[in-house]
Protein backbone atom coordinates (compact mmCIF):
# COMPACT_ATOMS: atom_id res chain seq x y z
CA UNK A 1 0.00 0.00 0.00
CA UNK A 2 2.64 2.57 1.11
CA UNK A 3 4.34 1.82 -2.62
CA UNK A 4 1.35 2.31 -4.56
CA UNK A 5 0.50 5.49 -2.54
CA UNK A 6 3.60 6.77 -3.73
CA UNK A 7 3.41 5.81 -7.11
CA UNK A 8 0.60 7.89 -7.03
CA UNK A 9 1.56 10.51 -5.51
CA UNK A 10 3.65 11.12 -8.16
CA UNK A 11 1.79 10.70 -10.90
CA UNK A 12 -0.26 13.25 -9.71
CA UNK A 13 3.19 15.71 -9.64
CA UNK A 14 3.65 13.93 -13.33
CA UNK A 15 -0.12 15.34 -14.54
CA UNK A 16 1.15 18.91 -13.77
CA UNK A 17 4.75 18.63 -15.56
CA UNK A 18 2.88 18.12 -17.97
CA UNK A 19 1.33 21.13 -18.32
CA UNK A 20 4.24 23.07 -17.16
CA UNK A 21 4.77 24.90 -20.31
CA UNK A 22 1.47 26.47 -20.35
CA UNK A 23 1.54 27.63 -16.50
CA UNK A 24 1.20 31.42 -16.64
CA UNK A 25 3.42 33.16 -14.07
CA UNK A 26 0.62 34.07 -12.10
CA UNK A 27 -0.80 30.79 -11.49
CA UNK A 28 -0.41 29.52 -7.98
CA UNK A 29 2.19 26.70 -7.83
CA UNK A 30 1.18 23.45 -6.72
CA UNK A 31 1.29 22.56 -3.03
CA UNK A 32 4.57 21.32 -2.50
CA UNK A 33 5.61 17.71 -1.98
CA UNK A 34 4.53 16.17 1.24
CA UNK A 35 7.66 16.36 3.90
CA UNK A 36 7.09 12.36 4.75
CA UNK A 37 7.56 11.41 1.40
CA UNK A 38 10.73 13.72 -0.11
CA UNK A 39 12.39 11.85 3.32
CA UNK A 40 11.39 8.38 1.44
CA UNK A 41 12.94 9.37 -2.19
CA UNK A 42 15.83 11.61 -0.74
CA UNK A 43 18.01 9.66 -3.53
CA UNK A 44 16.14 11.62 -6.39
CA UNK A 45 18.77 14.85 -5.51
CA UNK A 46 21.26 14.35 -2.59
CA UNK A 47 24.77 14.47 -3.59
CA UNK A 48 27.02 11.06 -3.03
CA UNK A 49 30.83 10.92 -2.10
CA UNK A 50 32.82 8.16 -2.78
CA UNK A 51 35.25 7.44 -0.06
CA UNK A 52 37.86 4.48 0.96
CA UNK A 53 38.69 4.63 4.75
CA UNK A 54 41.97 3.65 4.48
CA UNK A 55 43.17 6.47 2.02
CA UNK A 56 41.61 9.44 3.22
CA UNK A 57 42.75 10.32 6.14
CA UNK A 58 44.78 8.94 8.88
CA UNK A 59 43.92 10.07 12.57
CA UNK A 60 46.15 7.76 14.92
CA UNK A 61 49.82 8.56 12.43
CA UNK A 62 50.12 4.45 11.71
CA UNK A 63 49.73 5.95 7.71
CA UNK A 64 46.42 4.06 7.01
CA UNK A 65 43.34 6.06 6.84
CA UNK A 66 40.57 5.44 9.77
CA UNK A 67 37.16 6.39 11.02
CA UNK A 68 38.38 8.93 12.95
CA UNK A 69 40.36 10.80 10.29
CA UNK A 70 36.99 10.92 8.33
CA UNK A 71 35.11 12.93 11.46
CA UNK A 72 38.19 15.69 11.09
CA UNK A 73 37.01 15.85 7.87
CA UNK A 74 32.69 15.56 8.14
CA UNK A 75 32.69 19.64 7.92
CA UNK A 76 34.80 19.75 4.44
CA UNK A 77 32.41 17.32 2.91
CA UNK A 78 29.45 19.26 4.15
CA UNK A 79 30.97 22.33 2.51
CA UNK A 80 31.19 20.20 -0.58
CA UNK A 81 27.78 19.97 -0.39
CA UNK A 82 28.11 15.99 0.34
CA UNK A 83 24.37 14.65 1.36
CA UNK A 84 25.28 10.95 1.27
CA UNK A 85 28.94 9.00 2.36
CA UNK A 86 29.30 5.91 0.54
CA UNK A 87 31.77 3.97 2.23
CA UNK A 88 34.01 1.20 0.42
CA UNK A 89 34.41 -2.20 2.18
CA UNK A 90 35.81 -1.12 5.99
CA UNK A 91 35.27 -4.80 7.34
CA UNK A 92 38.31 -7.30 8.15
CA UNK A 93 40.35 -8.49 5.05
CA UNK A 94 43.46 -10.05 3.65
CA UNK A 95 43.57 -7.35 1.29
CA UNK A 96 43.96 -9.59 -1.65
CA UNK A 97 41.74 -7.18 -3.53
CA UNK A 98 41.23 -3.59 -1.81
CA UNK A 99 39.10 -4.89 0.89
CA UNK A 100 36.68 -6.44 -1.23
CA UNK A 101 37.40 -9.80 0.08
CA UNK A 102 35.80 -9.69 3.27
CA UNK A 103 36.71 -12.28 6.21
CA UNK A 104 33.89 -11.32 8.46
CA UNK A 105 30.93 -9.28 7.18
CA UNK A 106 30.33 -8.31 10.72
CA UNK A 107 33.60 -6.34 12.34
CA UNK A 108 35.42 -3.20 11.35
CA UNK A 109 38.81 -3.95 9.77
CA UNK A 110 41.27 -3.19 13.48
CA UNK A 111 43.66 -0.82 10.92
CA UNK A 112 40.04 1.30 10.12
CA UNK A 113 39.39 1.60 13.81
CA UNK A 114 36.94 0.12 16.26
CA UNK A 115 33.17 -0.30 16.83
CA UNK A 116 32.67 2.39 18.91
CA UNK A 117 35.21 4.92 16.83
CA UNK A 118 32.45 3.37 14.05
CA UNK A 119 29.84 4.40 15.75
CA UNK A 120 30.90 7.52 16.23
CA UNK A 121 31.40 8.43 13.05
CA UNK A 122 27.85 7.57 12.28
CA UNK A 123 26.74 9.62 15.13
CA UNK A 124 28.79 12.48 13.78
CA UNK A 125 27.91 12.55 10.10
CA UNK A 126 23.80 11.72 10.85
CA UNK A 127 24.43 15.21 13.26
CA UNK A 128 25.48 17.06 10.26
CA UNK A 129 22.45 15.77 8.38
CA UNK A 130 24.89 13.29 6.19
CA UNK A 131 23.77 10.02 5.67
CA UNK A 132 25.88 6.90 5.06
CA UNK A 133 26.11 4.51 2.83
CA UNK A 134 28.23 1.13 2.77
CA UNK A 135 29.20 -1.64 0.26
CA UNK A 136 27.20 -4.93 0.26
CA UNK A 137 29.33 -7.27 -1.22
CA UNK A 138 28.05 -10.92 -0.67
CA UNK A 139 28.30 -12.07 -4.08
CA UNK A 140 31.86 -13.99 -2.88
CA UNK A 141 33.73 -13.49 0.10
CA UNK A 142 37.67 -13.92 1.27
CA UNK A 143 38.99 -17.47 1.00
CA UNK A 144 39.87 -16.60 4.74
CA UNK A 145 36.78 -16.44 5.94
CA UNK A 146 35.95 -19.01 8.48
CA UNK A 147 32.90 -20.48 6.08
CA UNK A 148 34.87 -20.86 3.10
CA UNK A 149 37.55 -22.71 5.45
CA UNK A 150 34.86 -25.05 7.20
CA UNK A 151 33.22 -25.99 3.70
CA UNK A 152 36.55 -27.02 2.22
CA UNK A 153 37.53 -29.68 4.83
CA UNK A 154 34.69 -31.70 4.27
CA UNK A 155 31.61 -32.74 2.10
CA UNK A 156 29.45 -33.04 4.86
CA UNK A 157 30.50 -29.56 6.06
CA UNK A 158 27.34 -27.15 6.79
CA UNK A 159 28.96 -24.74 4.98
CA UNK A 160 30.11 -26.95 1.91
CA UNK A 161 26.62 -25.84 -0.08
CA UNK A 162 27.62 -22.16 1.11
CA UNK A 163 29.94 -22.31 -1.92
CA UNK A 164 29.77 -23.43 -5.45
CA UNK A 165 31.77 -26.61 -6.13
CA UNK A 166 32.25 -29.26 -9.30
CA UNK A 167 33.78 -32.76 -8.92
CA UNK A 168 35.43 -32.09 -12.02
CA UNK A 169 36.62 -29.44 -14.12
CA UNK A 170 33.34 -27.70 -16.18
CA UNK A 171 33.59 -27.00 -19.57
CA UNK A 172 34.01 -23.39 -19.62
CA UNK A 173 36.61 -22.64 -16.66
CA UNK A 174 38.26 -19.92 -18.46
CA UNK A 175 35.19 -18.24 -19.52
CA UNK A 176 33.43 -15.15 -18.56
CA UNK A 177 36.38 -13.66 -15.96
CA UNK A 178 35.11 -10.12 -14.86
CA UNK A 179 39.14 -9.40 -14.90
CA UNK A 180 40.77 -10.74 -18.50
CA UNK A 181 44.26 -10.22 -18.98
CA UNK A 182 44.80 -10.54 -15.44
CA UNK A 183 42.12 -13.04 -14.49
CA UNK A 184 42.85 -16.87 -15.74
CA UNK A 185 39.66 -19.21 -14.80
CA UNK A 186 36.83 -18.71 -12.82
CA UNK A 187 37.13 -22.52 -11.73
CA UNK A 188 40.02 -23.02 -10.01
CA UNK A 189 40.67 -26.93 -7.67
CA UNK A 190 41.32 -26.57 -4.16
CA UNK A 191 43.58 -29.20 -2.70
CA UNK A 192 42.45 -29.39 0.45
CA UNK A 193 38.25 -29.56 -0.49
CA UNK A 194 39.53 -32.07 -3.46
CA UNK A 195 36.68 -29.72 -6.09
CA UNK A 196 36.70 -27.11 -7.94
CA UNK A 197 35.16 -23.92 -6.52
CA UNK A 198 33.84 -20.81 -8.54
CA UNK A 199 34.63 -17.17 -8.64
CA UNK A 200 33.22 -14.67 -11.15
CA UNK A 201 36.73 -12.49 -9.33
CA UNK A 202 40.06 -13.54 -8.11
CA UNK A 203 41.16 -17.30 -6.95
CA UNK A 204 40.77 -15.53 -3.54
CA UNK A 205 37.63 -14.71 -3.40
CA UNK A 206 35.24 -18.11 -3.84
CA UNK A 207 31.59 -17.13 -4.77
CA UNK A 208 28.99 -17.31 -2.52
CA UNK A 209 25.84 -19.67 -3.24
CA UNK A 210 23.10 -17.61 -3.31
CA UNK A 211 20.49 -20.35 -4.92
CA UNK A 212 21.30 -21.49 -0.90
CA UNK A 213 18.15 -19.83 1.21
CA UNK A 214 20.43 -20.56 4.12
CA UNK A 215 22.73 -17.75 2.45
CA UNK A 216 20.09 -15.68 1.63
CA UNK A 217 19.46 -15.78 5.10
CA UNK A 218 22.89 -14.81 6.18
CA UNK A 219 22.85 -11.93 3.82
CA UNK A 220 19.60 -10.62 5.42
CA UNK A 221 21.43 -11.11 9.02
CA UNK A 222 23.75 -9.07 7.22
CA UNK A 223 22.01 -6.17 6.28
CA UNK A 224 19.85 -6.04 9.55
CA UNK A 225 23.12 -5.79 11.42
CA UNK A 226 24.39 -2.95 9.51
CA UNK A 227 20.83 -0.96 9.77
CA UNK A 228 20.92 -1.46 13.42
CA UNK A 229 24.06 0.71 13.15
CA UNK A 230 22.14 3.94 10.99
CA UNK A 231 23.24 2.89 7.51
CA UNK A 232 21.15 4.48 5.10
CA UNK A 233 21.78 2.24 2.28
CA UNK A 234 23.75 -0.18 0.64
CA UNK A 235 25.88 -0.06 -2.81
CA UNK A 236 25.08 -3.66 -4.26
CA UNK A 237 28.11 -4.73 -5.20
CA UNK A 238 28.17 -6.70 -8.96
CA UNK A 239 24.61 -7.45 -9.24
CA UNK A 240 24.55 -9.82 -11.94
CA UNK A 241 26.63 -12.05 -10.37
CA UNK A 242 25.10 -11.48 -7.18
CA UNK A 243 21.89 -12.93 -8.85
CA UNK A 244 23.02 -15.34 -11.04
CA UNK A 245 22.52 -18.92 -10.99
CA UNK A 246 25.48 -20.85 -10.75
CA UNK A 247 26.65 -24.03 -10.96
CA UNK A 248 28.84 -26.79 -12.51
CA UNK A 249 26.93 -27.10 -15.90
CA UNK A 250 25.96 -23.31 -16.46
CA UNK A 251 27.22 -21.24 -19.47
CA UNK A 252 29.25 -18.00 -17.75
CA UNK A 253 28.25 -16.17 -20.83
CA UNK A 254 24.90 -16.66 -21.24
CA UNK A 255 23.69 -16.87 -17.13
CA UNK A 256 20.18 -16.76 -15.72
CA UNK A 257 19.50 -14.60 -13.04
CA UNK A 258 17.60 -15.16 -10.02
CA UNK A 259 15.90 -11.63 -9.90
CA UNK A 260 13.29 -12.44 -6.15
CA UNK A 261 16.91 -12.40 -4.81
CA UNK A 262 16.44 -8.56 -4.92
CA UNK A 263 13.03 -8.61 -4.70
CA UNK A 264 13.01 -10.02 -1.30
CA UNK A 265 15.64 -8.16 -0.07
CA UNK A 266 14.27 -4.75 -0.95
CA UNK A 267 11.06 -6.27 1.46
CA UNK A 268 13.37 -6.91 3.95
CA UNK A 269 15.27 -3.44 4.14
CA UNK A 270 12.57 -1.54 3.66
CA UNK A 271 10.46 -3.35 6.35
CA UNK A 272 13.17 -2.58 8.80
CA UNK A 273 13.92 1.16 7.30
CA UNK A 274 11.56 2.68 4.77
CA UNK A 275 14.12 5.30 3.39
CA UNK A 276 17.34 3.19 3.18
CA UNK A 277 18.03 2.09 -0.30
CA UNK A 278 19.41 -0.32 -2.38
CA UNK A 279 22.33 0.69 -5.26
CA UNK A 280 23.04 -0.91 -7.75
CA UNK A 281 26.04 -1.79 -9.47
CA UNK A 282 24.65 -3.24 -12.87
CA UNK A 283 26.99 -2.61 -16.00
CA UNK A 284 23.90 -3.81 -18.39
CA UNK A 285 22.10 -3.18 -21.48
CA UNK A 286 18.87 -1.11 -21.68
CA UNK A 287 17.39 -3.88 -22.83
CA UNK A 288 17.96 -5.77 -19.81
CA UNK A 289 17.41 -2.48 -16.89
CA UNK A 290 14.03 -3.12 -16.08
CA UNK A 291 13.80 -6.63 -13.69
CA UNK A 292 16.54 -4.84 -11.82
CA UNK A 293 14.69 -1.66 -10.63
CA UNK A 294 10.88 -3.99 -10.81
CA UNK A 295 7.71 -2.52 -13.02
CA UNK A 296 6.99 -1.17 -10.07
CA UNK A 297 10.22 -0.09 -8.09
CA UNK A 298 10.13 -3.26 -6.10
CA UNK A 299 13.69 -4.02 -6.80
CA UNK A 300 16.54 -1.49 -6.35
CA UNK A 301 15.88 1.85 -6.05
CA UNK A 302 18.73 3.28 -7.95
CA UNK A 303 21.78 1.90 -9.99
CA UNK A 304 24.63 3.08 -11.23
CA UNK A 305 24.38 4.68 -15.64
CA UNK A 306 27.10 2.48 -16.73
CA UNK A 307 25.49 2.83 -20.20
CA UNK A 308 25.24 6.77 -20.05
CA UNK A 309 28.53 7.37 -18.66
CA UNK A 310 30.44 4.99 -21.57
CA UNK A 311 28.29 7.09 -24.02
CA UNK A 312 29.16 10.19 -22.37
CA UNK A 313 33.15 9.76 -22.03
CA UNK A 314 33.01 9.21 -25.93
CA UNK A 315 30.85 12.04 -26.17
CA UNK A 316 33.93 14.23 -24.23
CA UNK A 317 36.49 12.73 -26.45
CA UNK A 318 35.26 13.23 -29.68
CA UNK A 319 33.08 15.83 -29.46
CA UNK A 320 29.68 13.68 -31.04
CA UNK A 321 26.74 13.75 -29.40
CA UNK A 322 24.57 11.49 -31.31
CA UNK A 323 25.46 8.30 -29.34
CA UNK A 324 24.84 9.99 -25.95
CA UNK A 325 21.23 11.19 -26.98
CA UNK A 326 20.45 7.38 -27.85
CA UNK A 327 22.01 6.37 -24.68
CA UNK A 328 20.05 8.65 -22.41
CA UNK A 329 17.01 8.07 -24.32
CA UNK A 330 17.44 4.30 -24.22
CA UNK A 331 17.76 4.46 -19.74
CA UNK A 332 14.56 6.99 -19.51
CA UNK A 333 11.89 4.28 -19.34
CA UNK A 334 12.67 3.22 -15.25
CA UNK A 335 9.68 3.53 -12.46
CA UNK A 336 8.92 6.98 -11.28
CA UNK A 337 10.24 5.60 -7.98
CA UNK A 338 13.23 4.24 -9.04
CA UNK A 339 16.18 7.07 -10.35
CA UNK A 340 19.71 6.50 -12.18
CA UNK A 341 22.96 7.44 -9.79
CA UNK A 342 25.41 9.48 -12.57
CA UNK A 343 29.27 9.36 -12.18
CA UNK A 344 32.20 10.73 -14.29
CA UNK A 345 34.80 8.18 -12.17
CA UNK A 346 34.28 5.98 -9.86
CA UNK A 347 37.09 3.35 -7.78
CA UNK A 348 37.61 0.70 -10.98
CA UNK A 349 38.42 1.74 -14.55
CA UNK A 350 36.28 3.25 -16.72
CA UNK A 351 34.40 0.65 -18.31
CA UNK A 352 34.31 0.79 -22.38
CA UNK A 353 32.21 -2.69 -23.27
CA UNK A 354 29.53 -1.76 -24.68
CA UNK A 355 30.94 1.06 -26.91
CA UNK A 356 32.30 -0.96 -30.20
CA UNK A 357 35.76 -1.97 -31.22
CA UNK A 358 36.14 0.90 -33.48
CA UNK A 359 33.84 3.84 -30.63
CA UNK A 360 36.58 2.08 -28.12
CA UNK A 361 39.81 3.09 -29.87
CA UNK A 362 38.56 6.43 -30.31
CA UNK A 363 38.20 6.92 -26.81
CA UNK A 364 41.43 5.07 -25.74
CA UNK A 365 43.12 7.69 -28.68
CA UNK A 366 42.48 10.64 -27.07
CA UNK A 367 42.30 9.63 -22.83
CA UNK A 368 43.85 6.68 -22.71
CA UNK A 369 46.54 6.14 -25.55
CA UNK A 370 49.22 3.84 -23.81
CA UNK A 371 48.88 0.32 -22.86
CA UNK A 372 49.93 1.02 -19.30
CA UNK A 373 46.79 3.51 -19.21
CA UNK A 374 44.21 0.87 -20.52
CA UNK A 375 42.82 -2.48 -18.53
CA UNK A 376 41.30 -5.54 -18.74
CA UNK A 377 40.74 -5.17 -22.56
CA UNK A 378 38.17 -2.76 -22.41
CA UNK A 379 38.79 0.35 -20.00
CA UNK A 380 41.03 3.46 -18.91
CA UNK A 381 42.98 3.03 -15.53
CA UNK A 382 43.26 7.04 -15.33
CA UNK A 383 41.80 9.75 -12.82
CA UNK A 384 39.50 12.24 -14.83
CA UNK A 385 41.69 15.51 -14.68
CA UNK A 386 44.80 14.33 -16.00
CA UNK A 387 42.57 12.34 -18.46
CA UNK A 388 40.46 15.15 -19.89
CA UNK A 389 43.90 17.48 -19.68
CA UNK A 390 41.59 20.86 -20.45
CA UNK A 391 40.15 22.35 -17.39
CA UNK A 392 37.34 23.78 -19.22
CA UNK A 393 36.49 19.96 -20.59
CA UNK A 394 36.71 18.96 -16.68
CA UNK A 395 34.36 22.12 -16.10
CA UNK A 396 32.17 20.85 -19.11
CA UNK A 397 32.08 17.26 -17.15
CA UNK A 398 30.97 18.43 -14.01
CA UNK A 399 27.93 20.60 -15.05
CA UNK A 400 26.77 17.70 -17.20
CA UNK A 401 27.23 15.60 -13.91
CA UNK A 402 25.46 17.47 -11.76
CA UNK A 403 22.41 18.49 -14.24
CA UNK A 404 21.45 15.08 -15.64
CA UNK A 405 18.70 13.38 -14.67
CA UNK A 406 19.88 11.11 -11.92
CA UNK A 407 21.79 11.21 -8.72
CA UNK A 408 25.07 12.55 -9.26
CA UNK A 409 28.16 10.50 -7.17
CA UNK A 410 31.73 12.22 -6.89
CA UNK A 411 34.64 9.55 -6.00
CA UNK A 412 36.69 11.39 -3.23
CA UNK A 413 39.31 13.26 -4.48
CA UNK A 414 37.69 13.96 -8.10
CA UNK A 415 36.64 17.19 -6.77
CA UNK A 416 40.18 18.63 -6.43
CA UNK A 417 41.29 16.91 -9.80
CA UNK A 418 43.51 14.40 -8.11
CA UNK A 419 46.08 12.65 -10.43
CA UNK A 420 46.65 8.86 -10.98
CA UNK A 421 49.85 6.73 -10.28
CA UNK A 422 49.99 4.50 -12.87
CA UNK A 423 53.16 2.56 -11.30
CA UNK A 424 50.52 0.72 -9.64
CA UNK A 425 48.77 -2.35 -10.47
CA UNK A 426 45.41 -2.62 -12.11
CA UNK A 427 42.79 -0.35 -10.22
CA UNK A 428 45.08 0.62 -7.47
CA UNK A 429 46.28 3.25 -9.93
CA UNK A 430 43.18 5.61 -8.64
CA UNK A 431 43.35 4.66 -5.39
CA UNK A 432 45.94 6.96 -3.70
CA UNK A 433 45.76 8.83 -0.58
CA UNK A 434 43.56 12.01 -0.30
CA UNK A 435 46.06 15.03 -0.53
CA UNK A 436 44.49 17.33 1.86
CA UNK A 437 47.74 20.20 1.91
CA UNK A 438 51.24 20.82 1.09
CA UNK A 439 52.45 19.49 4.18
CA UNK A 440 54.32 16.34 4.65
CA UNK A 441 52.57 13.53 3.24
CA UNK A 442 49.66 15.85 1.89
CA UNK A 443 48.13 16.14 5.22
CA UNK A 444 47.32 13.09 4.99
CA UNK A 445 49.29 11.08 7.45
CA UNK A 446 52.16 11.83 10.05
CA UNK A 447 53.84 8.53 9.52
CA UNK A 448 56.84 8.04 7.82
CA UNK A 449 55.43 5.38 5.53
CA UNK A 450 52.06 5.45 4.47
CA UNK A 451 49.39 2.52 3.39
CA UNK A 452 49.72 3.80 -0.26
CA UNK A 453 52.46 5.85 -1.85
CA UNK A 454 51.25 9.60 -2.37
CA UNK A 455 51.16 11.44 -5.83
CA UNK A 456 54.65 13.74 -5.21
CA UNK A 457 55.78 14.10 -8.74
CA UNK A 458 54.65 16.10 -11.94
CA UNK A 459 51.22 18.16 -12.26
CA UNK A 460 49.22 16.42 -9.71
CA UNK A 461 51.94 16.27 -7.10
CA UNK A 462 50.36 17.10 -3.96
CA UNK A 463 52.20 19.92 -3.71
CA UNK A 464 50.36 21.54 -6.72
CA UNK A 465 46.73 20.04 -6.21
CA UNK A 466 45.44 19.66 -2.57
CA UNK A 467 43.05 20.79 -0.72
CA UNK A 468 44.06 23.36 1.22
CA UNK A 469 45.27 25.51 -2.14
CA UNK A 470 41.92 25.23 -3.82
CA UNK A 471 40.48 26.52 -0.84
CA UNK A 472 42.08 29.42 -1.24
CA UNK A 473 41.38 29.90 -4.73
CA UNK A 474 37.73 31.13 -6.03
CA UNK A 475 38.62 29.75 -9.71
CA UNK A 476 39.64 26.55 -8.43
CA UNK A 477 38.06 23.23 -9.41
CA UNK A 478 36.85 22.69 -6.14
CA UNK A 479 34.85 25.89 -6.06
CA UNK A 480 33.61 25.22 -9.60
CA UNK A 481 32.46 21.34 -8.39
CA UNK A 482 31.34 23.38 -4.71
CA UNK A 483 29.03 26.11 -7.24
CA UNK A 484 27.71 22.79 -9.39
CA UNK A 485 27.00 21.25 -5.64
CA UNK A 486 24.96 24.22 -4.48
CA UNK A 487 23.00 25.01 -7.74
CA UNK A 488 21.73 21.82 -8.17
CA UNK A 489 19.95 21.94 -4.70
CA UNK A 490 18.50 25.18 -6.09
CA UNK A 491 17.18 23.15 -9.20
CA UNK A 492 14.78 20.30 -7.41
CA UNK A 493 13.17 20.04 -11.36
CA UNK A 494 16.64 17.65 -12.31
CA UNK A 495 15.90 15.08 -9.77
CA UNK A 496 12.11 15.73 -9.32
CA UNK A 497 10.80 16.84 -12.93
CA UNK A 498 10.24 14.49 -16.45
CA UNK A 499 12.60 15.59 -18.72
CA UNK A 500 13.22 15.30 -22.73
CA UNK A 501 16.19 16.33 -25.21
CA UNK A 502 15.80 19.19 -27.37
CA UNK A 503 16.91 19.35 -30.84
CA UNK A 504 20.02 21.39 -31.54
CA UNK A 505 21.24 21.03 -35.24
CA UNK A 506 24.51 20.44 -33.92
CA UNK A 507 26.28 17.25 -33.46
CA UNK A 508 28.18 18.89 -31.39
CA UNK A 509 25.59 20.22 -28.95
CA UNK A 510 23.41 18.65 -26.32
CA UNK A 511 20.14 20.05 -24.77
CA UNK A 512 17.94 19.18 -22.19
CA UNK A 513 14.62 20.13 -20.62
CA UNK A 514 13.08 19.55 -17.11
CA UNK A 515 9.55 20.56 -16.66
CA UNK A 516 8.02 20.70 -12.41
CA UNK A 517 5.45 22.23 -11.12
CA UNK A 518 5.01 24.81 -13.43
CA UNK A 519 8.89 25.48 -13.83
CA UNK A 520 11.13 24.96 -16.55
CA UNK A 521 14.97 24.40 -16.61
CA UNK A 522 17.22 23.98 -20.03
CA UNK A 523 20.78 22.44 -19.96
CA UNK A 524 22.92 23.02 -22.80
CA UNK A 525 26.41 21.42 -22.86
CA UNK A 526 28.64 21.98 -26.34
CA UNK A 527 31.10 19.20 -26.25
CA UNK A 528 33.23 21.04 -29.38
CA UNK A 529 36.52 22.84 -28.27
CA UNK A 530 34.96 25.17 -30.73
CA UNK A 531 32.21 28.00 -29.46
CA UNK A 532 28.99 26.49 -30.99
CA UNK A 533 25.24 28.77 -32.06
CA UNK A 534 22.37 26.77 -32.24
CA UNK A 535 18.86 27.69 -32.54
CA UNK A 536 16.81 25.77 -30.09
CA UNK A 537 12.76 24.60 -30.72
CA UNK A 538 11.30 24.39 -27.35
CA UNK A 539 7.55 24.14 -26.17
CA UNK A 540 7.55 27.10 -24.53
CA UNK A 541 5.63 30.72 -25.35
CA UNK A 542 7.23 33.12 -26.89
CA UNK A 543 8.65 35.73 -24.85
CA UNK A 544 9.06 33.72 -21.68
CA UNK A 545 12.36 35.08 -20.29
CA UNK A 546 15.49 32.32 -19.85
CA UNK A 547 18.22 33.22 -17.05
CA UNK A 548 21.43 31.45 -17.38
CA UNK A 549 22.12 30.36 -13.78
CA UNK A 550 25.75 30.11 -14.48
CA UNK A 551 26.34 33.76 -15.14
CA UNK A 552 23.24 35.21 -14.37
CA UNK A 553 22.73 36.34 -18.04
CA UNK A 554 18.87 36.49 -19.81
CA UNK A 555 17.53 35.61 -22.81
CA UNK A 556 14.02 35.58 -24.52
CA UNK A 557 12.12 33.11 -26.15
CA UNK A 558 11.33 34.21 -30.12
CA UNK A 559 9.05 33.14 -32.02
CA UNK A 560 7.48 29.58 -32.48
CA UNK A 561 9.29 28.62 -29.14
CA UNK A 562 12.54 29.12 -30.62
CA UNK A 563 16.02 30.92 -28.71
CA UNK A 564 19.26 31.41 -30.11
CA UNK A 565 21.91 30.20 -28.11
CA UNK A 566 25.89 30.89 -28.35
CA UNK A 567 28.50 28.78 -26.37
CA UNK A 568 32.27 29.41 -26.10
CA UNK A 569 34.19 26.01 -26.93
CA UNK A 570 33.33 23.32 -24.05
CA UNK A 571 30.64 25.75 -22.85
CA UNK A 572 27.46 24.73 -21.07
CA UNK A 573 24.35 27.05 -19.99
CA UNK A 574 21.50 26.02 -17.31
CA UNK A 575 18.97 28.34 -17.69
CA UNK A 576 15.61 28.70 -15.81
CA UNK A 577 12.18 29.84 -17.64
CA UNK A 578 11.24 32.80 -15.61
Known sequence: MKKLALLLCIGMFTACQKDADDTKSTTVPPAPLPT????????????VYSVDVEVFKDSDKDGVGDFKGIMQQLDYLKTLGVETIWLAPFQPTPNEDDGYDIADFYGIDKRLGTTQDFDEFMRQANQKGIRVMMDL?????????????QARQRTDSPYRSWYVWSKERPKKWDSGMVFPGVQKDIWSYDKQAGEYFYHRFYESQPDLNMQNPAVQREMRKIVRFWLDKGIAGFRVDAVPFLIEIANKDFDPDKPEHQFDII???HEYIQWHKRDAILLGEANVDPKEQEPYFGKEGQNMQTMFNFFVNQHLFYALATGETKL?????????????????????????EIDLGRLSDKERDKVYARFGPDTTMQL???GIRRRLSPMLGDPKLTELAYSILFSLPGMPVIRYGEEIGMGDDLSLKERLSVRTPMQWSNGPNAGFSESAKTVRPIINKGPYSYTKINVAAQRADSTSLLNQVIKFSR???????IGWGAWKLIDTGSEHVLAMQYDWQGRTLMMVYNFSKEPQQCQLQTSMKTGRGLVNLLDSSATQIGSNGSYAVKLPGYGSGWYRAK
Open 36 to 47: DFIEELWYKNGL
Open 263 to 265: TQL
Open 324 to 348: LKKALDDTKNIPPTAQWAHFLRNHD
Open 487 to 493: LRKRCPE
Open 137 to 149: VTNHTSNQHPWFQ
Open 376 to 378: YDR
